[in-house]
């Protein structure tokens, strides 16, 4: 005989399953594109996506001089690089996406971390954050845990921490300009304990106005890598005198985003150093 579920049944059925629903969709990362209209998936944030929409692109600078030296950075979205050709464009020096949030590790990051260190570059890695999802100490724990660390062997740059333009949402990640800088202090701290190097950090000045108050408590231990799609480096973010890297492209040969360092290639190797 057919079994037939009471009202009462059928709706504490209905209830149980939006429950379940609900408690999958607060674990990080769980939301897809269509929970947030015009969005793209967690993970596939890259460095720089932000900078073109939100600061534009200008010229392209003047070929490197002699104290510049030239270097890529890698996502996902490049899959898997030809690292040899690159090197025989000039580059020397590349960071590599390892993580995002506590809840995303680029797949093709053995290939381009090591690839580019069997070319013969100097290579890091970066993390792009997302302060929304988890604490600035849980975030760099998790980048250190998953190919962000650090050794003294002259090939490894120090971490860069991504801190840019939210593609998921709101820009600044609903933090205030006060809880955003408490956010990126708790993440340098805590890479500096892990590691015993002080971060790079990776912004535009734009963003870094709006969503910090354009502090400048980090310039006296942390390198600045600058985001400007120009032919110049333009204004630099409060307490920096200069930058140590530029982004200055998203559509370069081979790779899109192109970077010079502020220094000839023995600078490259003292920021590896320490």
């Known amino acids: 005989m057919p079994v037939h579920r009471s009202g009462t049944t059928r709706t504490a059925m209905v209830t149980a399953l939006l429950a379940v629903l609900a408690l999958l969709l607060t674990l990080p990362g769980a939301a897809s594109a269509a929970d947030r209209p015009g969005k793209p998936p967690r993970g596939t944030a890259r460095m720089g996506a932000g900078v073109a929409a939100h ?32 090197w025989t464009s000039g580059v020397r020096w590349a960071y590599v996406k390892a993580t995002e949030g506590t809840y995303y590790k680029n797949p093709y990051f053995p290939q381009q971390y090591n690839g580019s260190y069997n070319t013969g570059m100097i290579r890091g890695a970066y993390h792009f954050a997302t302060p929304d999802t988890a604490g600035g100490a849980a975030q760099a724990d998790y980048f250190v845990d998953n190919g962000g660390g650090w050794s003294r062997d002259g090939m490894t740059l120090p971490g860069a921490l991504d801190i840019e333009w939210n593609p998921y949402g709101p820009a600044c990640y609903g933090k205030t300009q006060a809880g955003m800088v408490a956010w990126i202090r708790d993440f340098l701290a805590r890479y500096r304990y892990r590691t015993g ?38 204004e630099l973010p409060a307490g920096w005198i200069y930058h140590t890297m530029w982004q200055y492209t998203s559509s370069g040969p081979i790779v899109g985003d192109h970077n010079r360092f502020n220094g000839a290639y023995d600078r490259v190797q003292a920021l590896a150093n320490g």
Do not use: M
């Not at 030239?70 to 040899?84: A, F, K, L, M, Y």
């Not at 709006?210 to 333009?234: E, K, M």
């Open 55 to 86: 600061d534009g692109v200008g010229g392209v600078p003047a070929g490197p001089h002699a104290t510049q030296t030239e270097g890529v950075d890698v996502s996902s979205h490049q899959g898997n690089v030809d690292w040899p050709a690159l």
């Open 197 to 234: 190097r002080d971060a790079v950090i990776y912004t535009a000045t734009s963003w870094w106005k709006q969503c910090t108050g354009n502090h400048g408590g980090f310039a006296s231990a942390n390198p600045l890598w600058i985001a400007r799609y120009d032919t110049t480096v333009g």
